[in-house]
Each structure stands twice: as structure tokens, then as C-alpha cells.
């Protein structure tokens, strides 16, 4: 099956979504005298259009290549990407970052639709999935930590960036919990035969892919869409605490003071940037991914997976995808 068909894609979305709006259909019964829940999921989806494919271009090759038949796996990336939405989502409630067409509605019902995408939903879905009761036992307990790691990961973000100092160690375990594609993969896995010891090594291999594109996404977003939101808002990033470990006290200090006073100052925000430039030396940048990637293939290498296997994951995951938009 080819997998870099672009038909192939929209048949398999296609059905994605069949599946997603029947189980919808069944949550709007407790909407019928508002019908604020129709209308927030339909809101999220156009904020997040992006999310779409999300969950299907991480689960779909991994699982092919496991197993073969996608059929099996569509209600699983339903779920997942119906969870990721309401993360989403909700990521830009407690931001205050929510759509226009969102922030007509209340705090309540917002905060409702976000439990019944991210929680209610994907139960439903995987509930009426013709597997065992052990694997949907399994995959629900994944999905159901998975999103309180995302939750806990946003309430830990905001802690971080009203800390002063940039710890790489406590910036690290953040982004692991605010990256769906570990419990993406982990979910998957319980539809196939790998036992706990491979499915935990599926778990850091995700983990450790989802790390080396966050740091990969904190360079192209700064450097080449040259967006600063991440200044602005203080959010201590992946790429700044991999640039202050290689720089001596001095260079230190005047890269996190800067980096507090950005957001106030145009001039400190150039400044920074020009610090950035100077001291974010790429081949530091690029062995710093580098360090993820190869932490994430020793992961799959441990699992009991055939070699032919192993290479495959390996190549989807990192060699077609590592430093791809960034040079």
C-alpha cells in the first residue's frame, strides 16, 4: 500500500471523518436544546484546519508497516485526532488565545466541548471498535493519559514561563508531555502483537522523535517564518535552553535578560535576535537534534522488532523527515 498517495490520503481521511461525525451525531443528544456543542467542534476545526491529518501521517505508516491493514486502525487516528483538537483547543483557552468565533461562547461550554472531544468522543469511538476488550481497555487508558499529560504539560508551560532561569532538564519533560506523537504510536501498538517491554521503547522512541522536531520548530518558526510569539508570550523554548547550555556565564546572563525584556522593548527584541544569530552556532543546533534522533532510533533498536522493520520506522520517522524545512 502505498502511503505517499495523495488519493489514498483523502480516501483514508475521507473515512476518518464518517466515523468522527457518527460518533458526534451520538454526543449531540445531550445538545439538543443549544446546539453549542455542533457548533464549538465545527469552530475548533476551522481554527485548527492544520490538525486534520495530524494524527493519520504518524499512526497510518507505523501501523502499515506493523501490521497492513489501515481499515483497522481509522477509528484509533478518529480518536487520536479527535483528543489532539481538544488539547488544542484548549491550549487556547487558558491562553486567551481562543477565535473570534470561539469567545462568543462561554467559559462553560467551552470547557465541556473540550472533555466531550477529548474525552467522551474517543471512548465512544474505541468502545464500538471490533477489537478485544483488553486491547480497547489498553488503547483507552493511552488516550486517556495522553491527554492528561497534554493538560498537565500547558499548566507546567505557563509555570515555566514565569521562571526566570531556563532548566533544559524540566523544558525537556514539558515538551514530552505537550507532544501527542509518543501516545500516538503507543496507542497503535496495543492493535498489534509487540509486548510491553517493545511497546515502552515505542513510547521513548516517540517521545524523543517529538523532542527533535520541537527543537527543529522552535528554529524554523524563529529564523525562517521569523514569527516571535514564543518571545513574546515568554515561553522558555527548547532551542533557547540548548543555546544557553553551550554558552559561558557571561553570554548566559545577557541572553535570559534579553529574553525576559524582549517582549517590552522593540530594540531588546533586535538585540536578541542578533544574540541568537551569534550565539545559536548551527552545528550545535545540529547535533543537538541530531542527539534526539539517534536516542529515538536506540529506542526502536531495543524493541524485538524485525530488522527490516526497524529500518523502515526509522526512515519514515527521521531520514525523510530530519532538517528537512529548516536547510
Known sequence: MNLNSIRLKQQM????????????KNLSVVDYQYNWFDSITENMRI???????????????????????LDNVLPLIAANESLWLSAHSFDDFT????????????????MMSCVAKGV?????????????????????????????????????????????SFDLKKIENVISRRQPINFFLLSASHLTSLNIDDKNHIYKFGEYIGLAQSLENDYYELFNLKRYDDIINGTKTLYIAT?????????????????????QNKNILIKLLKELRSYGNVINFINSVNRYYDLAKS??????????????????????????RIF
Open 243 to 263: 543555546i544557553l547550555k553551550h554558552l559561558n556565564n557571561e553570554n548566559k546572563h545577557s541572553l535570559i535578560e534579553s529574553y525576559n525584556n524582549a517582549k
Open 47 to 69: 481554527t485548527h484546519k492544520n490538525i486534520e491529518d495530524y494524527a493519520y501521517t504518524r499512526i497510518a505508516p507505523f501501523y502499515e508497516i506493523l501490521n497492513g491493514d
Open 299 to 324: 529506542s526502536i533498536d531495543k524493541t524485538s522488532l524485525a530488522n527490516n522493520k526497524k529500518d523502515m520506522i526509522c526512515k519514515y520517522f527521521i531520514d525523510n523527515k530530519k532538517l528537512k
Open 95 to 110: 491562553d486567551n488565545s481562543l477565535s473570534k468565533a470561539l469567545q462568543k461562547f462561554t467559559s462553560a461550554e467551552i
Open 120 to 164: 467522551l468522543l474517543p471512548i465512544s469511538i474505541i468502545s464500538n471498535m471490533k477489537i478485544s476488550n483488553e486491547e480497547k481497555t489498553n488503547v483507552i487508558n493511552t488516550l486517556t493519559n495522553g491527554l492528561m499529560n497534554l493538560f498537565s504539560g500547558q499548566r507546567d508551560d505557563l509555570k515555566l514561563s514565569h521562571a526566570e
Open 13 to 24: 481521511l475521507d473515512k476518518i471523518k464518517i466515523i468522527t461525525s457518527n460518533a458526534e
